[in-house]
């Protein structure tokens, strides 16, 4: 178990670097794996992205959501679906 803190931490250590948004989330969910000492990790990040906000399509209400499921939470049907019925749902790109 840790503290909302440490999931701030870890989240704005991997979003300091130039990267993509699915690949952010996985390295979230693999360090939690190792700092947590278990595989039962699930990761839901949704984010606004600037390019797609100012730029090309200029959608202002666009969000992506990315997921990174492991363990019970990718193997077990009944965990996952309790998990994902916890997260609010995104319509239109908004919550």
């Given at each position: 178990m840790i503290g909302l803190s440490k999931l701030n931490r870890v989240a704005k250590y991997y979003a300091s670097r130039p990267q993509?948004?699915?690949r952010m989330t996985e390295q979230i969910a693999?360090?939690?794996?190792?700092?947590?000492g278990t595989?039962?990790?699930?990761?839901v990040i949704d984010a606004a992205h600037m390019?797609?906000?100012m730029?090309?399509?200029k959608d202002a209400d666009?969000?992506?959501?990315?997921?990174?499921?492991r363990g019970k939470f990718k193997d077990d049907e009944?965990?996952?679906?309790?998990f994902m019925a916890a997260i609010p749902r995104m319509t239109n790109g908004q919550r």
């Open positions: 993509v948004q699915e693999r360090h939690l794996c190792d700092i947590l595989n039962d990790v699930a990761v390019c797609v906000k730029r090309g399509v666009c969000i992506t959501r990315t997921t990174s499921l009944k965990c996952r679906a309790e």
